[in-house]
């Protein structure tokens, strides 16, 4: 493996691990809303939340490139404050991974917290726990596998997003050229060889997320 | 004291069930799907009656009129489902500590009584899955008197348990009120567990919650209603009004109709104040012998006015000063030898009489 392969590697694992990291806390609190609560207008967080798996990536990656870009509003305003231009960063390159992902995410966590058994949270709320408590207590322990299930679906997306990514961070080698887009440059060059590497390379990320998930839900058994 | 008056819809069902009482162990008793479970949901706070209103203890849970409605958690209801609904993440012990943990009083000596008489401390570090379903059933009872309840609501609890844990646990819930003072509705479809448990019960027929009746009346209770319906067209038959009358035997309670007293056991009730009754017609002895060495209340003479024979059964109408029908088995009625204008005696023990206050 040579460096080129390594940091693309590297900016990978970084992209997709701060976009899932991003999404966890976002997509537990919206499968929360969506499955225990009469909150009206449920519906159409629901259809919110899934419409990026219908828009096309690239269009996404438009759509955040006019948020994010030059002379928009929020880019105007973390320059001001925070002084950082996030456009063609590997910080871009998470924001479109999240946003991509998020939908697999929460569709994934709100189908495990569908199948918890309705009761035991209306027990729980006899034994002196209110609505809060009964989520943080008995309904996200019992969807653990479904949470851990919705981490993983949404770090494998990470891994391949492309279209996203594309469009805001750009396709800079060493700053976010990550795994798909190395795959891409490469293809277009006619550098098969490296092609070949770095699929083996996203291959060995996807199957050692599986078998850590794996790993972790046997030990929740015990 | 705990009044209650529920009205709740269903499309097709209608529960309406107004009643106070002193809780202590009262039995609820129906038949499937009379409304039982609806009722306890609508005491604990999980389900909402469309109208009326619940107190525990003067403290109002819910009124439709005041706009109340109090959370299930901040109820003190201690419900025990009908499935024991232990929480599969926890064990035996975190699942009771849950419920103390959230509780407005530790009920720690309580908890450590429970579990020493209710046999389960060996299982306080088990998996709640390892349990038998006994073992989780009483889990289950111990969680729910963790919330420091002021009334406990038990459904069906030895539903799926094996005759053994029955009567196990059958001790076990009487000695919670008995040694810890908590008052406990217990539902049931089962008359034998509620004459066993309960002194008092609140039959529920269709959707309809009546009085409190003595539990060993409950099934003469349930002969009311299934007379009421056959005998829609000739309504009037055995169902007597009278008036509350002079108290004279601690254990009865006399009420007058027309001049006839009849006792009937004890009621709460003020003189002159009045009742009405149903006597079940097959639930009245006639017989021609002078009855003397039986040692009951309500024996009285009278004419047999008429006699109407069917497949098995010899319905007699007699008259004591009331008019009264009764049905015997055939093979009874021959041999008595019994005839028209024939005077008998007639029998009403007073445990089978249903009294309703109007």
């Not at chain 2, 009124?63 to 064990?91: A, M």
């Not at chain 2, 810890?180 to 448990?197: A, C, G, Q, R």
Request: net charge positive; glycine share 6%; proline share 5%.
């Amino acid at each position: 493996m040579f460096d080129h392969h390594f940091s693309a590697l590297q900016l990978s694992l970084l992209v997709a691990s701060s976009a899932t990291i991003i999404n966890i806390i976002p997509a537990i609190v919206i499968a929360l809303i969506i499955t225990k609560t009469n909150l009206r207008g449920k519906i159409i967080l629901d259809i919110l939340i899934s419409l990026p798996l219908a828009i096309p990536p690239v269009a996404i990656g438009f759509f955040l490139l006019q948020i994010l870009g030059n002379k928009s509003p929020l880019s105007d305003f973390l320059k001001i404050t925070l002084g950082i231009d996030i456009i063609f960063t590997w910080q871009a390159a998470a924001i479109a991974a999240a946003v991509t992902s998020f939908p697999l995410m929460v569709r994934t966590i709100i189908v495990s917290m569908n199948s918890i058994e309705k009761k035991l949270e209306l027990c729980a709320r006899t034994l002196g726990a209110n609505k809060i408590k009964v989520m943080i207590t008995i309904t996200i322990p019992l969807a653990y596998k479904g949470i851990i299930g919705g981490i993983l679906i949404g770090f494998i997306r990470s891994i391949g997003e492309f279209g996203a990514t594309i469009i805001v961070a750009g396709n800079i080698v060493g700053k976010t050229q990550t795994i798909p887009l190395a795959i891409y440059s490469n293809i277009q060059i006619g550098q098969y060889a490296d092609v070949h590497i770095l699929i083996l390379i996203s291959l060995a990320i996807t199957i050692s997320s599986l078998v850590a998930y794996n790993l972790l839900l046997r030990n929740s058994l015990k | 004291m705990l009044h209650l008056n529920v009205n709740k819809k269903y499309q097709q069902f209608h529960l309406n069930c107004q009643v106070s009482f002193q809780p202590s162990i009262i039995g609820i008793w129906g038949p499937s799907g009379s409304g039982k479970t609806t009722l306890l949901n609508c005491i604990s706070g999980i389900e909402m009656p469309d109208y009326g209103s619940i107190s525990v203890n003067n403290r109002i849970l819910f009124s439709s009129e005041k706009n109340t409605n109090v959370p299930p958690e901040k109820r003190r209801i201690g419900y025990v489902f009908q499935e024991p609904l232990l929480f599969p993440h926890l064990n035996v012990i975190q699942n009771i500590k849950y419920a103390q943990n959230l509780a407005p009083i530790n009920y720690e000596d309580e908890i450590s009584y429970c579990i020493s008489k209710f046999g389960i401390k060996h299982l306080l570090k088990n998996k709640v899955g390892t349990l038998s379903g006994g073992e989780q059933k009483r889990v289950a009872i111990i969680r729910a008197i963790a919330t420091a309840p002021e009334l406990l609501l038990l459904d069906e609890p030895l539903n799926g348990i094996d005759t053994y844990s029955k009567n196990q646990i059958l001790t076990y819930l009487k000695s919670i009120w008995t040694d810890l003072n908590i008052p406990i509705l217990y539902v049931s479809h089962n008359k034998d567990e509620i004459l066993t448990m309960t002194e008092y019960t609140l039959p529920i027929i269709d959707g309809i919650g009546q009085n409190l009746v003595p539990s060993s009346q409950v099934i003469s209770q349930t002969l009311l209603h299934s007379y009421t319906k056959k005998l829609q067209q000739n309504s009037d038959v055995n169902f007597l009004q009278g008036k509350i009358g002079e108290n004279t035997n601690p254990d009865f309670t006399t009420i007058e109709i027309n001049n006839l007293e009849m006792r009937i056991p004890k009621i709460k009730s003020s003189r002159k104040q009045p009742i009405s009754i149903f006597i079940p017609p097959n639930q009245i002895l006639v017989t021609p012998a002078n009855p003397k060495q039986v040692n009951t209340q309500n024996i009285y003479r009278g004419e047999v006015q008429k006699i109407d024979h069917s497949e098995n059964t010899v319905t007699i109408l007699i008259n004591i000063g009331i008019q009264l029908q009764i049905i015997v088995t055939k093979q009874y009625f021959e041999e008595s030898k019994i005839s028209l204008k024939q005077e008998l005696f007639v029998i009403i023990p007073p445990s089978t009489i249903i009294a309703t206050q109007t």
